[in-house]
T-cell receptor, first 114, second 114 residues
């Protein structure tokens, strides 16, 4: 489903540590995956994406890993900073009848402590 | 390049009224998608417009409708508002070919139905 409950799973990390946020997706036919960051009162902000023909992609301080065998996606944030505190969503692009649909995961709240 | 803009940012309506929300995509983007975000249901896809045509639709009642203009700006309309329509409505735009391009979100319109 595409639910974000009132009680989001929360990952608490110390400033400077590395963070790993996990996401399980549901459709083997999904060909494109995106991570978004949403801060309070703002819309989701694009972080990084990956196509299904890749298993790893790196950005600035972020790395996305894709394991198609177990339908798992992860976002790694290096040297986590207080400004990284937000809700993180993974999204999968699913092709349906010739059209594309973006399906969002439930979201994980990242709390960074000084 | 300016981001996705949405107006108004906040709106208060009463049950039974109707509302129109506006979205201006990133310049050059032809696809506009709308999402509803609530704490209970998360991010749910409403519909997508591409070149003034609705190309994809989520599972929402007919009270939710939209349109896209020749300049790619889009509006969504909700008629006969219900309390459960209170949500953050997000608009996202993507590049020339549509949903497989990265979607960039606006800040959202916070709708409160009393």
């Amino acid at each position: 489903g595409e639910s974000v409950g009132l009680h989001l799973p929360t990952l608490s990390v110390q400033e400077g540590d590395n963070s790993i946020i996990n996401c399980a997706y549901s459709n083997s036919a999904s060909d494109y995956f995106i991570w978004y960051k949403q801060e309070s009162g703002k819309g989701p902000q694009f972080i990084i994406d990956i196509r299904s023909n890749m298993d790893k992609r790196q950005g600035q301080r972020v790395t996305v890993l894709l394991n198609k065998t177990v339908k798992h996606l992860s976002l790694q944030i290096a040297a986590t900073q207080p400004g990284d505190s937000a809700v993180y969503f993974c999204a999968e692009n699913l092709k349906l009848g010739g059209y594309n649909k973006l399906i969002f995961g439930a979201g994980t709240r990242l709390a960074v402590h000084p | 390049k300016a981001g996705v803009t949405q107006t108004p940012r906040y709106l208060i309506k009463t049950r039974g009224q109707q509302v129109t929300l506006s979205c201006s995509p990133i310049s050059g983007h032809r696809s506009v998608s709308w999402y509803q975000q609530t704490p209970g249901q998360g991010l749910q896809f409403l519909f997508e417009y591409f070149s003034e045509t609705q190309r994809n639709k989520g599972n929402f009642p007919g009270r939710f409708s939209g349109r896209q203009f020749s300049n790619s700006r889009s509006e969504m309309n909700v008629s006969t508002l219900e309390l459960g329509d209170s949500a953050l409505y997000l608009c996202a735009s993507s590049g020339p070919s549509g949903l497989t391009d990265t979607q960039y979100f606006g800040p959202g319109t916070r709708l409160t139905v009393l």
